[in-house]
C-alpha cells in the first residue's frame, strides 16, 4: 500500500480544492465522489515508457501503449495540440464502466437540459462515477417531465488541468477507434468554449476522425489497413451526421406546430419509427456500420440530443478544412483565432464563407501538403 508523503497531501488537498472550485454549482457529495474517483486515476498514474520496460507485458498491450505514445506526439508536433503530460502515463481503474453520462430534453423540445459548472460554463451533460447515482439524477428528472438518457464513457478530459493518463477502459478499442479517440480527448486541451457543449464535441469530433487519418496515411502509408479503416469510419460518421440531422430536422418542425402536447408525442413516435426504418434499409448491406445500432435503439429526445451533440454540422468544419488545403494544423487554428463570440458555430460559418469568397487565392495562402510525414516511433 502506498504511503503518503507530506507533498502528497499538498497535492490531494490541493486537488479537492480545486474540484470543489470547478464543480461549485453541484452538491457537496458530487464533488466529493467526483475529487475521490479522479483522485484515484491521478494517484494511479504510471508513465507508460516504464509500463513498456515491463518484461511481461503482454504484446497487444505493449502495441496499445507504442500506438498512444506515437498519437500524443504526431498531436503535439505535427498538429500543434496543446498537449502537456496528457497520455503519457497509464491508470488502472477498478471496475467495469469508467462514467456514466446523463442526458436530459423535454419531450417535445431537442434543446438539451444543461448543467452549470463555474469553469466551463454550462454543459449539456453531467458525468457520474456512479451508476445508481446517475439513476436517481435521472429519475428526477423523469419526475419534471424530461426526457434521459444514460451513457457510459470510457473517457474524458480535464482541458488541461491535469495530465490525463491513458485508461484501461480505451485499451479495448481496436488502433484505429483508440487513436481516433485520442486525438479526440487531446484536442479538448487545445480549443474548448465554455458553454458550447455541442460545437466542443462536434469539433472534436471532427479532429478525432480528421487526424487519425493523417495519423495512419503518414505512419502506414496511403491506402494501408488502418488508413482505409480511418476513412472509413469518417465516411459513416459524415453519413450518419447527415442523417440525423434530417431526423432532428423534421422533429424541430412537428415540435414549432401549435398542436397539443399530446399529438406532438404520437406524431415524433411516427417521426422515430419512420427514421429507423429508413436507415436499417440505407445500411442493410453494410452490417458492420459504426452506426447500426441506431435502427434498434428505444429513442426519445435526448437520445437523439446525444447523437447531434457529437455529430452536429460535421460538414462546416470540413469545409473549413478542404478551404485551408487539407492542412488540419492551419484548419483548427483558423477555427480557434475565429471562434470570438459566444456563438461558435456563427463564428465558423463566417470563416467558412470568408474562405470560399476567397477561394481563387486559396491555392498561394493554403498550399496542399506534402503526401507524407515524417513520424517518429515503430510499431
Not at 503518503?4 to 486537488?15: D, E, G, Q, V, W
Not at 486515476?41 to 498491450?61: C, F, M, N, S
Not at 487513436?179 to 458553454?195: D, K, M, Q, R
Request: some cysteine; glycine content about 6%; hydrophobic content about 40%.
Amino acid at each position: 500500500m502506498r504511503r503518503f508523503r507530506p507533498s502528497n497531501r499538498r497535492f490531494l488537498f490541493s486537488f479537492f480544492l480545486l474540484c470543489a472550485f470547478i464543480f461549485s454549482g453541484c452538491s457537496p457529495a458530487y464533488v466529493i465522489q467526483a475529487a475521490y474517483e479522479e483522485g484515484k486515476i491521478l494517484w494511479r498514474r504510471e508513465p507508460i515508457e516504464t509500463a513498456l520496460q515491463k518484461p511481461d507485458l503482454d504484446p497487444k498491450t505493449r502495441d496499445q501503449f507504442k500506438l498512444v505514445l506515437a498519437v500524443r506526439e504526431y498531436a503535439r508536433d505535427q498538429l500543434k495540440f496543446n498537449v502537456k503530460g496528457s497520455y503519457a502515463s497509464y491508470s488502472f481503474v477498478d471496475r467495469a464502466n469508467l462514467s456514466y453520462i446523463l442526458m436530459a430534453t423535454p419531450k417535445t423540445d431537442l434543446r438539451p437540459y444543461t448543467w452549470w459548472f463555474l469553469v466551463v460554463g454550462r454543459v449539456p451533460y453531467k458525468g457520474f462515477f456512479s451508476q445508481e447515482d446517475a439513476l436517481a439524477e435521472a429519475q428526477e428528472l423523469e419526475k419534471n417531465g424530461y426526457d434521459t438518457y444514460i451513457r457510459t464513457s470510457p473517457a474524458f478530459s480535464t482541458l488541461g488541468w491535469f495530465n490525463d493518463p491513458l485508461l484501461a477502459h480505451l485499451l479495448r478499442y481496436d488502433r484505429v477507434t483508440l487513436a481516433e479517440t485520442i486525438f479526440h480527448e487531446l484536442f479538448h486541451n487545445t480549443l474548448y468554449v465554455g458553454g458550447a457543449g455541442d460545437f466542443n464535441e462536434s469539433m472534436a469530433n471532427f479532429v478525432g476522425h480528421r487526424a487519425a487519418i493523417l495519423f495512419f496515411r503518414d505512419r502506414y502509408g496511403e491506402g494501408s489497413a488502418e488508413h482505409a479503416r480511418a476513412i472509413q469510419a469518417w465516411e459513416e460518421q459524415v453519413e450518419f451526421s447527415r442523417f440525423i440531422g434530417g431526423v432532428a430536422d423534421s422533429l424541430r418542425e412537428l415540435y414549432g406546430k401549435d398542436l397539443p402536447e399530446e399529438e406532438k408525442l404520437r406524431l415524433r413516435k411516427e417521426v422515430f419509427s419512420r427514421g429507423q426504418k429508413d436507415w436499417a434499409q440505407r445500411i442493410q448491406e453494410r452490417p458492420n456500420h459504426r452506426y447500426r445500432s441506431f435502427a434498434q435503439t428505444k429513442m426519445n429526445n435526448a437520445v437523439l440530443a446525444n447523437y447531434l451533440l457529437y455529430l452536429k454540422d460535421l460538414d462546416l468544419f470540413e469545409a473549413v478544412y478542404q478551404a485551408t488545403g487539407k492542412d488540419l494544423a492551419l484548419a483548427v487554428d483558423a477555427i480557434r483565432k475565429a471562434v470570438r463570440s459566444g456563438k461558435p458555430y456563427e463564428d465558423v460559418r463566417t470563416l467558412a464563407k470568408k474562405l470560399e469568397d476567397q477561394d481563387s487565392h486559396i491555392g498561394s495562402r493554403f498550399p496542399e501538403t506534402p503526401d507524407r510525414v515524417n513520424v517518429g516511433g515503430g510499431s
